[in-house]
């Protein structure tokens, strides 16, 4: 076997490997050392960020550096973290590689407002947009209740409001200037409206008003309350006969009770029961249980009337019904009326024919109010006190009477006549019958309550366990408020009219031209009914002349049309004249076809015609070249169901009394 040769180091070689080899091993022992320093470094700072709640922070070794990255909530945050790792090393080493969270743009605030208005004063708190229109709102404010404090909270801020906010506060303003007893509160959302109202009438008018107008995007609610009223005598009256089952008055104390009484009504077979009026007065919390009683015995015999009135129920069916079947019913309906409620009940039997029954005859004529009084009266006292009573509720040229005296009448008969007069008083026309058994009145009515106020009137004057019948109809034709025109029946009369020919004036004059007579009196005529319903007259000219003469001009013509109309009877409380010169031209005042337009008057309908100040969208353009015994009944006091103020006569007869 071969052998290796034998390999021999020179000094400086030897020298020279050891060299290499020490300085190897320590770059190995450096590096160690580092690698060891980075990780012991990285450990305990992370753990500081730890303990300290710092999360967001990751902790990485760079040699002898630690470089911290993350995002940070804010400046606080970064700052915090990197005073936490200073403390545990050299400051000098920390590397901050974090970055912070960008700050949200400052929002606007919520605007707001709410308005509390009453007999007392205005009181306005919330937060609006920096303009006029504190100043604006402020100004309207004050000029509804002048009289009184207005109570300014409110704060401006500049920043720009949502769009929606604008029709909503606008909305506001209209249903405050509405409302005399509200709350209302509006943001940019929404607008939120409580509301009391006088009577059930005004409450009807000011939801009609508010449902009108309402702006898009904006969520609108309103609640409006209004009191009941006093019914005096409480007063329930259920018929079933030939016509079928029906109320001739209704009355319920609250809610439960009226659909209680409504339910046992629809159960007995009657329909559109819903006009059971609630209101103040019952003389019993078991109003409503002794109702349904009522009603239940009433379907039983199939042909009966029932009358409460307070306390005190009458029940009355015809001699078609048999004695026995009365007498079960009326037992029946004896154990289930409360203790307080006191029961006749009467089967009619049938009347001697020869005898002949006494009776007393009222006929009201339509259109004239003429009264025509026939049959028998007990005496000439009597005679004298039914004539005189007749005159004051139909007018003093209105009565015709041709009675008979009597003296076999029977006890309680002139009651019974003035009763039955001051209940035929209620009717645009209609008959009245008195038998001594019962008292009849029918006719026709322009008010739907008249046939609840008949039947309270005969309840209250007839007294007790009295019969009597109430057959009247309404008759949407004679009701006053139904028929009026609305103010945009109004403005199409006026266009019609002035559709046909012009209002003329002469050159430079306001006096309105004879031959222009005709179109105003036609004007007159379409206005005679829309007294209350605000228009403006609004007067314009051509630009020839000077601009503050046409203005002038153009006022004094308004002016003159408005007096014209005032002069031919109409009602102008709700007219504004005004003049707008050469302001607002409709053609090219270049041409003479130009000027001829440009010189007019124009009626506008202002807000809903109702009383607002704002120009409707729709208006009518007026051309022209300028362009005895018994109760008292003389002072009958007796209340009503509704208000007086909806509780409408359809006219007012000649020399009636007030």
């Known amino acids: 076997m071969k052998k290796l040769p034998t390999l021999h180091l020179t000094p400086k070689l030897a020298t020279a490997l050891a060299f290499f080899v020490a300085g190897f091993l320590a770059l190995l022992i450096s590096w160690a050392s580092v690698l060891l320093v980075e990780r012991l470094s990285e450990r305990a700072v992370r753990s500081a960020l730890l303990t300290q709640g710092v999360t967001f922070a990751t902790v990485n070794a760079d040699g002898l550096r630690l470089q911290l990255s993350g995002t940070a909530e804010n400046e606080a945050a970064r700052y915090r973290a990197i005073n936490i790792a200073g403390t545990v090393v050299d400051a000098a080493r920390v590397q901050d590689m974090m970055e912070v969270t960008p700050a949200r743009a400052v929002e606007a605030p919520r605007f707001s407002l709410e308005i509390l208005r009453n007999d007392d004063g205005i009181q306005l708190i919330g937060l609006l947009p920096e303009g ?8 309207e404010a004050e000029a509804l209740q002048p009289d009184t404090q207005l109570q300014d909270m409110l704060e401006t801020a500049a920043y720009a409001p949502p769009e929606t906010w604008g029709p909503a506060l606008d909305f506001a303003r209209k249903a405050l200037a509405l409302l005399p007893r509200a709350k209302i509160t509006v943001d940019a959302t929404s607008v939120r409206i409580k509301a009391i109202a006088a009577s059930d009438a005004q409450k009807r008018s000011f939801e009609t008003s508010l449902s009108t107008g309402q702006p898009e995007g904006v969520r609108v609610s309103y609640e409006i309350s209004a009191p009941r009223p006093v019914i005096t005598p409480f007063t329930l009256r259920f018929v079933i006969d030939a016509e079928g089952p029906r109320f001739d008055a209704c009355a319920a104390d609250t809610d439960r009770a009226r659909m209680r009484i409504v339910a046992a009504a629809t159960a007995a077979g009657a329909e559109g029961t819903q006009n059971c009026v609630i209101g103040l007065g019952v003389p019993t919390p078991s109003w409503s249980e002794a109702a349904e009683a009522g009603i ?33 019913v009326v037992g029946e309906l004896e154990a289930a009326l409360p203790p307080v409620f006191s029961l006749t009940a009467r089967l009619e039997r049938a009347e001697n024919a020869a005898q002949g029954p006494a009776e007393f005859t009222a006929v009201l004529a339509p259109e004239t109010g003429r009264v025509e009084l026939r049959g028998r009266l007990a005496d000439e006292l009597q005679r004298s006190a039914v004539d005189s009573f007749a005159k004051a509720a139909f007018g003093s040229t209105n009565v015709y009477q041709a009675t008979r005296l009597d ?42 309550t008249t046939r609840a106020r008949i039947a309270q009137i005969l ?25 009026l025109p609305t103010p945009q029946d109004c403005v199409s009369g006026v266009t019609a009219v002035l559709a046909q020919k012009k ?50 001009l153009s006022q004094a013509r308004a002016e003159a049309v408005l007096l014209a109309l005032q002069g031919r009877q109409v009602d102008v409380s709700a007219l504004k004249a005004v003049g707008y010169g050469e302001s607002r031209p409709l053609a090219d005042n270049g041409t003479e076809e130009g000027r001829e337009a440009n010189r007019r008057i124009e009626f506008t309908l202002l807000g809903d015609g109702r009383g607002g100040d704002a120009p409707a969208a729709g208006s009518a353009p007026a051309e022209g070249a300028a362009a005895g015994s018994g109760p008292d009944f003389s002072n009958d006091t007796s209340p009503s169901v509704a208000p007086k103020d909806i509780t409408l006569r359809p006219k007012r007869r000649p020399n009636a009394s007030p």
């Open 132 to 139: 006029e229109i504190k100043d604006t709102l402020l100004a």
């Open 407 to 448: 003296a076999e009448l029977p006890d309680g008969w002139p009651i019974r006549v003035l009763a039955g007069l001051r209940a035929l008083s209620e009717l645009d026309h209609g008959r009245l019958l008195v038998r001594a058994d019962t008292v009849e009145v029918s006719g026709l009515t322009g008010s739907q």
């Open 296 to 328: 239940r015995a009433v379907a039983a015999l199939k042909m009966a009337t029932i009358t409460f009135k307070d306390a005190d129920v009458t029940l009355e069916a015809p001699a078609s019904v048999p004695q026995a079947e009365f007498d079960r």
């Open 459 to 483: 309840s209250e004057k007839l007294g007790a366990g009295q019969s009597f019948k109430v057959n009247v109809t309404y008759d949407v034709a004679l009701d006053p408020v139904a028929s």
């Open 503 to 552: 209002i003329t004036f002469p050159p430079g004059s306001a006096e309105i031209e004879a031959a222009a007579a005709p179109v105003m009196a036609a004007l007159a005529k379409a206005l005679e009914r829309c007294g209350g319903v605000s228009m403006e007259i609004g007067g314009h000219t051509d630009a020839q002349g000077s601009e503050e003469g046409n203005r002038t």
